[in-house]
Protein backbone atom coordinates (compact mmCIF):
# COMPACT_ATOMS: atom_id res chain seq x y z
CA UNK A 1 0.00 0.00 0.00
CA UNK A 2 2.97 2.02 1.14
CA UNK A 3 5.17 1.41 -2.07
CA UNK A 4 2.08 1.79 -4.71
CA UNK A 5 0.99 5.09 -2.95
CA UNK A 6 5.01 6.00 -3.66
CA UNK A 7 5.09 5.28 -6.89
CA UNK A 8 1.65 7.38 -7.90
CA UNK A 9 2.82 10.35 -6.23
CA UNK A 10 6.24 9.86 -7.45
CA UNK A 11 5.12 9.72 -11.05
CA UNK A 12 1.63 11.30 -11.32
CA UNK A 13 2.24 13.82 -8.82
CA UNK A 14 2.16 17.86 -8.87
CA UNK A 15 5.22 19.77 -9.21
CA UNK A 16 4.73 21.56 -6.05
CA UNK A 17 3.23 18.88 -4.12
CA UNK A 18 1.36 18.86 -0.37
CA UNK A 19 3.57 16.36 0.83
CA UNK A 20 6.51 14.82 -0.22
CA UNK A 21 5.51 11.44 -1.45
CA UNK A 22 8.23 9.14 0.42
CA UNK A 23 6.15 10.46 3.08
CA UNK A 24 2.53 9.34 1.81
CA UNK A 25 3.92 6.62 1.21
CA UNK A 26 5.02 6.27 5.22
CA UNK A 27 1.31 7.46 6.01
CA UNK A 28 0.36 5.27 3.35
CA UNK A 29 2.07 2.17 4.83
CA UNK A 30 1.42 2.78 8.91
CA UNK A 31 -2.46 2.77 7.73
CA UNK A 32 -2.40 -0.16 5.88
CA UNK A 33 -0.29 -2.18 9.12
CA UNK A 34 -2.88 -0.62 11.50
CA UNK A 35 -5.80 -1.81 9.15
CA UNK A 36 -4.34 -5.07 8.40
CA UNK A 37 -3.98 -5.95 12.39
CA UNK A 38 -7.05 -4.69 13.19
CA UNK A 39 -9.25 -6.76 10.10
CA UNK A 40 -9.19 -10.24 11.90
CA UNK A 41 -10.55 -8.55 14.79
CA UNK A 42 -13.43 -7.48 12.78
CA UNK A 43 -13.92 -10.72 10.28
CA UNK A 44 -15.65 -14.26 11.50
CA UNK A 45 -12.74 -16.79 11.99
CA UNK A 46 -13.68 -20.67 11.41
CA UNK A 47 -12.14 -22.58 13.84
CA UNK A 48 -11.97 -25.77 12.33
CA UNK A 49 -11.65 -24.44 8.67
CA UNK A 50 -7.68 -25.83 9.30
CA UNK A 51 -8.45 -29.22 9.94
CA UNK A 52 -10.98 -29.08 7.40
CA UNK A 53 -8.75 -28.47 4.74
CA UNK A 54 -5.65 -30.62 5.93
CA UNK A 55 -7.92 -33.27 6.07
CA UNK A 56 -9.41 -32.98 2.59
CA UNK A 57 -12.93 -33.01 4.12
CA UNK A 58 -13.85 -29.26 1.90
CA UNK A 59 -12.33 -31.22 -1.36
CA UNK A 60 -14.66 -34.00 -1.13
CA UNK A 61 -17.67 -31.49 -0.51
CA UNK A 62 -16.54 -29.94 -3.53
CA UNK A 63 -16.60 -33.40 -5.59
CA UNK A 64 -12.42 -33.57 -5.93
CA UNK A 65 -11.13 -36.07 -4.63
CA UNK A 66 -8.34 -34.90 -2.27
CA UNK A 67 -5.82 -36.98 -0.64
CA UNK A 68 -6.42 -39.45 2.44
CA UNK A 69 -6.13 -37.70 5.91
CA UNK A 70 -2.58 -37.32 7.32
CA UNK A 71 -1.51 -39.90 9.83
CA UNK A 72 -0.89 -39.38 13.26
CA UNK A 73 2.22 -39.82 15.14
CA UNK A 74 2.85 -43.34 15.87
CA UNK A 75 -0.07 -44.26 13.48
CA UNK A 76 -0.54 -45.93 10.39
CA UNK A 77 -1.04 -43.82 7.13
CA UNK A 78 -4.22 -44.61 5.17
CA UNK A 79 -3.34 -47.20 2.28
CA UNK A 80 -1.02 -49.30 4.35
CA UNK A 81 2.12 -49.03 6.20
CA UNK A 82 4.66 -47.14 4.39
CA UNK A 83 7.72 -48.99 3.84
CA UNK A 84 11.47 -46.87 4.17
CA UNK A 85 14.08 -47.87 1.89
CA UNK A 86 17.56 -48.21 3.85
Known sequence: MGLAT??????AGQEDPLMPAQFAGLLAAIF?????SLAPQRLPHDAGLHDRLRNGHLAHAAGHGGHPPPAHHGEQPAGGPVHQAN
Open 32 to 36: GMIAG
Open 6 to 11: WLVLLV
